[in-house]
């Protein structure tokens, strides 16, 4: 994660007043997936305001002391139109009603929903950076992400099992960018096989007589994790950031890295 800080404060750096100022104008992000494209493809200038969720270290997918040079906002109907920007870009899970309150103010706005798969992120990221006038920068972002997948996608072995957990208890199923991740790296999802689509739970049952060759869990320690190594003694655990599950686009190079390690140690 070193890298990715160093790249952005040379981005960020040098700016000749803080990104937002000034009245009106701009893009203005209430989603933090698109926060971490639209930090890499603009100038900071011209980014108004980002999602309060961006600035919260549980949930963004950017580093905080990048994060916090912008402004954060909870993604109200009133303060992003008392921001007056040139684009709205939100998720497509935005309340009807703040839908309806942007097209009252005569605003932009794309909504984008939850790519699952890398193909549909990659379009997404197209769809973002050519929204905002910025074609090369998501191209750029696209041509990241095939390297990665190249170098990092397995064509040969076994393919061993792995659970991957994303909060608590709260597992990664099939028809999610991050079974297609685990797939690519060689792995077979566990929860997918239980029968588990997208995202939920599964029953301690269904974990100790079908047991997973690894655990994937964004966290160190908690009752998630404790009640996991009761449960499955002799299996390996290994952790996946949580910095790495929240989104997408960008973030899927590192993503694949990471889970292809783990595949490799076992």
């Known amino acids: 994660m070193r890298r990715g800080a160093i790249l952005f404060a040379l981005l960020l750096g040098g700016c000749a007043q803080p990104p937002g100022a000034g009245v009106g104008g701009g893009i203005v992000s209430t989603n933090p997936c698109v926060d971490s494209v639209l930090v890499r493809i603009l100038p900071p200038s011209r980014i108004a305001a980002i999602s309060h969720y961006s600035q919260d270290p549980s949930a963004t997918s950017i580093p905080i002391a990048v994060a916090r040079r912008f402004r954060g906002i909870a993604g109200t109907a009133e303060e992003v139109i008392a921001l007056h920007p040139d684009l709205v870009i939100a998720s497509t899970y935005t309340p009807p009603a703040t839908q309806a309150a942007y097209a009252r103010a005569d605003l932009k ?158």
Not at 116 to 137: F, L, R, Y
Not at 206 to 227: H, K, N, Y
């Open 109 to 266: 706005t794309l909504l984008v929903g939850i790519p699952d798969s890398i193909a549909e992120s990659q379009a997404q990221v197209t769809q973002i950076a050519e929204a905002v006038g910025a074609p090369m920068g998501g191209a750029r972002i696209n041509a990241q992400i095939d390297r990665a997948v190249a170098r990092w996608s397995s064509k040969n072995g076994p393919s061993p099992s792995a659970l991957l957990y994303i909060s608590g208890d709260l597992a990664t199923g099939g028809n999610t960018l991050l079974n297609d991740m685990m797939t690519r790296v060689g792995f077979r999802n566990a929860a997918a096989s239980y029968g588990l689509t997208h995202t939920g739970t599964l029953s301690a049952e269904t974990i100790v007589t079908q047991p997973p060759a690894v655990v994937i869990a964004s966290e160190r320690a908690g009752r998630g994790t404790a009640l996991r190594h009761r449960l499955l003694p002799r299996t390996p655990q290994a952790v996946f950031p949580r910095v790495l599950i929240n989104c997408g686009g960008p973030t899927i190079p590192l993503a694949l890295e990471r889970l292809a390690t783990i595949r490799a140690g076992l």
